[in-house]
């Protein structure tokens, strides 16, 4: 198990490594960084000296190995519009990203498991059909287009929920975080069901799949001639098969929420880093853009991580397989 | 018995028949139409690729032409008149465009993008897969390792990157949607040429010292083909629907050619005053395209999978 | 019919019993008035061909015959009392308690995702909620020793793909035998192992009806497992009982001519050099069985009287034929 964890490891510092030299060859090399730093009417001197702080005037690689030390010590640059450390902003900001991305994993799993199995259970039912023509629809239409709608309804129209924008939030181990008081579930709760929404009906099908094809198993049928109740052939035998593929697809799926809470954040205007980095690319704010790509990197280079290791650990036949070669 | 003449068909998948007058061709017609859902979804998909191409003929106004387009109209709920008595039938948006005409050029724009970046994705993505699955070896494991890469990634996030990088502009973002696409094409395609390869027709035919190119594309690739046309579909809607999310973002098409999710975005901040129209309906355009193609690939996926039928 | 001569009512009496599948090409007949009996203690060999309908027997007589099929006629006394239309919330007592059911395959027989240990304890906890964790795992272990599996504490913690085949089946045939009971169907359960320790299992088999008095119903299609072990046996075909009797008796003067079609094709009736008989044709799908005889496409024997459906008949005594012209001489070498 150790020696597949640091097999891992490796790999997973290469990724990052490829990665960085391909983030810092595609935003300092591609465009003209001077061109956003300097105004119009800038003449020569202004620019070399822009050039030169900025260490504009050296050699590419050399560039390179400063972006690294720099990078390895934490230092991403500044942000041109903050005027603060990016990695700063970046992991300020952080936790309400989190906050929003796990509250919507909760709740496909919560929401998608139980329904996919039943249309799996029970294909023939309406109730089953309904599930999959709802699930068609969850990762067909488009989550800012929800998130809208939602807005309209229930804010709008409704007036129930809150429109826009974070809770109240409370400090817990240090982080602050909106869920622990009804402020902060009032403003959470419309942000992650949209966000959720794709992930509901990826689950969904998934756990159908799975179900379908489990319950033909010799091994269910075995169960059920055992004489076990159906409640535990489904909860113990069939779920525990089913964890498996649903939980490496969600784990690598948990990416995508962070990811695609950028879209969330625009529409709801929650503080978190997706906001971010749509207003830095609109803003041409490179330091954080870079900053931004590297912590995501970062954090699916881990999450492939730990998804490779909860894998080998619901599945047995990976784990023991691996302790033998 | 897989002769190379059978598998020109599009549709080999299917199991062999007995000497009855169906082609395959037929009988796959037959399973897909089977579903009510399925034909509907193919009509309306039908009909909104008809009003796509005929945008200029269907539309009841151009609303790119400034001359006709009068800030006095703006805003207008749907159902309203206009001064010279024409009838918003979906009302105006902000700059007093007719909506009903925004809507059949955005529908033009949003399936023209993604169904050009869709199958120029194809074509890359299909080859560099047969290529990698043909040649094996080194070749395979460096193609499949950039793609494994790529795809451990979301799309979102590619784009974004790749958007950052490249800037704004028609022609980058096709270019961004080409890039974030051909990948899962790449590897569907290297999936079932991988099975096909090991069967014993390619065998035969490079016993027959057949030239690579003629086997990968005359041979191959026509058996691959079930698989990828499930995944065009379905990778098509994924595309429309990336590329209106980067357009409402502000990162997408710029403002001089309007898709539907820069209506949408356009929309965005009247919503709160109430004037829903003008991000509703454009939404509900978008959302049945791309409803309609996922149901088609979906059936198209049930019908040539044979697996599973149970 | 009373083999064993003794006047105990039989553990299991299967009547008439029908299951049919309903498919979309047709109906299949998978069962087609199928009767036995199988006494305390004794071993009755089910035997055909795949497609013959004797797993659907053995899974219609446990009650786990799913969608398509169903049993729809016919009664299965089990200890006097008929289970045939039994919900599966009854059944589930006697699944696994009173009635036990081993399949053909182990690797998939086993559960790859949860341990041994936890898969005989549920068994044994699933019928009995008084027992505890530490004496179900005790049973358990003591099952294990039983069959045979060395180091059996070791091996209750491990998980099935660290089994080799012939000790998954053992494990399985454990697990069986944890609730001591009445019925025993063995679904092929040697067919997937070699030769050896098919061997081992059917000596022990033989060994437990005995000793304890459980009734077991092996179905298999090679005559020669069946050959050393059954008291009594069923042959199958195309969903239909074809000839049944007292095992020495119907190896030794088969009367059906498939029956002795099979006996012909065992290697070893033949001499050196010479071509092994083989039953012309081949088993006829069940959802266009022919009218009348089921086998009289590829009988040599079949003429018209074979057009209409033979019922069963004795020839001789305690054997029961379905067959218009039961061949009554020594079978031909």
Redesign the interface.
């Known amino acids: 198990m150790t020696v597949f964890i640091i097999r891992r490891l490796m790999q997973s510092v290469l990724v990052v490594f490829v990665m960085s030299f391909l983030v810092f060859g595609g935003v300092n090399l591609v465009g003209d960084p001077v061109e956003m730093m300097v105004s119009d009417e800038a003449d020569q001197e202004e620019r070399e000296r822009v050039i030169k702080s900025m260490g504009l005037d050296k050699p590419w690689y050399v560039q390179y190995g400063l972006f690294v030390t720099n990078a390895v010590q934490g230092d991403l640059g500044k942000s041109f519009v903050y005027g603060e450390q990016a990695l700063g902003i970046i992991v300020h900001r952080m936790p309400a990203t989190f906050e929003l991305a796990l509250a919507a994993l909760l709740m496909a799993v919560v929401i998608g498991i139980p329904l996919g199995v039943f249309a799996g259970l029970r294909p023939e039912a309406r109730t089953s059909k309904v599930i999959m023509t709802g699930s068609i629809l969850g990762f067909s239409l488009p989550t800012f287009w929800v998130g809208l709608m939602f807005i309209m309804i229930f804010a709008v129209m409704l007036g129930w929920l809150p429109s826009t924008g974070r809770g109240e939030t409370v400090p817990l181990m240090g982080i602050s975080v909106s869920f622990l008081t009804m402020d902060g579930l009032a403003h959470l709760l419309l942000p992650a069901v949209n966000l959720a929404l794709f992930k509901i009906s990826l689950v969904i099908r998934l756990a159908r799949a799975g179900t379908r094809e489990i319950v033909h198993q010799d091994y269910i049928k075995f169960a059920r001639a055992k004489g076990l109740t159906t409640q535990r052939v489904i909860m113990v035998h069939l779920m525990k098969n089913i964890m498996i593929p649903v939980v490496t697809v969600l784990g690598l799926e948990f990416g995508g929420l962070i990811a695609f809470s950028v879209v969330t954040e625009t529409v709801f205007a929650w503080p978190g880093m997706g906001k971010l980095i749509i207003d830095s690319i609109q803003g041409l704010d490179r330091p954080v853009i870079v900053a931004y790509l590297m912590i995501i990197v970062m954090v699916f280079v881990v999450i492939n991580l730990l998804v490779d290791v909860l894998y080998s650990i619901l599945d047995p036949r990976v784990r023991l397989q691996d302790v033998k070669g | 018995m897989n002769t190379v003449a059978e598998h020109v068909a599009p549709v080999a998948g299917l199991p062999e028949a007995e000497i009855k007058v169906e082609t395959p061709f037929r009988r796959f017609a037959a399973a897909f139409l089977d579903s009510k859902?399925a034909t509907v979804a193919l009509v309306v998909l039908g009909i909104l690729i008809f009003m796509a191409v005929f945008a200029s003929l269907i539309s009841p106004t151009n609303p790119y032409d400034l001359a006709k387009v009068s800030i006095m109209d703006s805003k207008m709920p749907p159902g309203s008149a206009s001064l010279d008595g024409m009838t918003f039938w979906l009302g105006t948006d902000g700059a007093g465009r007719d909506l009903v005409s925004a809507m059949i050029y955005g529908l033009r724009i949003s399936l023209g993008v993604g169904v050009m970046s869709g199958i120029v994705a194809m074509a890359i993505g299909a080859s560099v897969g047969l290529i990698a699955a043909y040649f094996g070896g080194r070749t395979e494991n460096f193609i499949m390792r950039i793609v494994d890469?790529q795809l451990?990634?979301?799309s979102?996030?590619v784009a974004?990157?790749l958007?950052?990088?490249?800037?704004k502009g028609v022609d980058k973002i096709i270019i961004a949607l080409i890039i974030v696409q051909w990948a899962y094409y790449a590897r569907t395609v290297r999936g079932s040429a991988l099975v096909e390869r090991n069967k014993e027709y390619i065998e035969a035919a490079t016993c027959l010292a057949i030239g690579h190119k003629r086997i990968l594309f005359r041979h191959l690739l026509p058996n691959c083909l079930p698989p990828l046309i499930v995944v065009g579909t379905i990778q098509t809607?994924h595309a429309i629907?990336l590329e209106?999310?980067l357009s409402?973002?502000?990162?997408g098409l710029p403002v001089s050619e309007p898709s539907l999710?820069l209506l949408?975005s356009n929309g965005?901040d009247y919503?709160?005053s109430?004037k829903?129209w003008i991000?509703?309906f454009p939404?509900v355009a978008?959302?049945v395209t791309?409803?309609s193609i996922?149901?088609v690939g979906?059936q198209l996926r049930d019908v040539l999978n044979p697996r599973l039928e149970? | 019919m009373n083999v064993t001569g003794n006047g105990d009512q039989p553990t299991l009496s299967v009547q008439n019993l029908e299951t049919h599948f309903f498919t979309k090409e047709g109906v299949a007949k998978a069962v087609d008035n199928v009767s036995f009996d199988v006494d305390k203690g004794e071993i009755m060999g089910l035997v055909g061909e795949s497609g013959s309908g004797k797993s659907v027997t053995g899974f219609s007589i446990i009650g786990l015959v799913d969608p398509p099929g169903e049993v729809v006629g016919g009664k299965v006394l089990f200890k006097g009392e008929d289970i045939a239309g039994w919900d599966d919330e009854a059944m589930q007592r006697l699944r696994g308690n009173r009635i036990a059911m081993i399949f053909q395959d182990p690797m998939m027989t086993l559960n790859p995702v949860l341990r041994v240990d936890t898969q005989m304890i549920e068994t044994i906890l699933a019928h009995d909620k008084s027992v505890s964790k530490d004496d179900a795992r005790q049973r358990s272990r003591d099952a294990l020793g039983q069959v045979g599996i060395p180091s059996p504490d070791e091996r209750l913690k491990a998980y099935p793909h660290q089994f080799s085949g012939g000790m998954r089946q053992r494990c399985a045939i454990a697990i069986a035998l944890l609730n001591k009971p009445d019925l025993i169907i063995a679904d092929e359960p040697t067919t997937a192992l070699d030769v050896t320790i098919q061997g081992q299992i059917l000596y022990e088999a033989q060994k437990l009806c005995r000793e304890t008095g459980t009734a077991l119903i092996w179905i298999t299609h090679d005559l020669a497992v069946v050959a050393g072990l059954a008291d009594k046996i069923s042959v199958m075909y195309a969903g239909r009982i074809v000839e049944q009797g007292d095992l020495d008796d119907v190896l030794d003067h088969a009367v059906h001519p498939y029956t002795r079609g099979l006996l012909g094709s065992v290697p070893g009736h033949n001499t050196r050099g010479q071509r092994l008989y083989q039953i012309p044709g081949m088993t006829p799908s069940l959802v266009k069985l022919p009218a009348g005889c089921a086998f009289k496409e590829r009988c040599p024997n079949a003429d018209e009287a074979c057009g209409a459906e033979p019922q069963i008949t004795q020839p001789v005594v305690d054997r029961n034929v379905r067959c218009f012209h039961p061949q009554m001489q020594e079978a031909a070498e």
């Open positions: 859902v890469i451990s990634f979301p979102i996030l974004l990157i958007l950052a990088v490249l800037g809607a629907s209106a999310t409402f973002l502000g990162v999710g949408i965005f919503m709160l109430g829903y991000s509703f939404g978008l959302l791309i409803v996922n149901l979906d149970r």
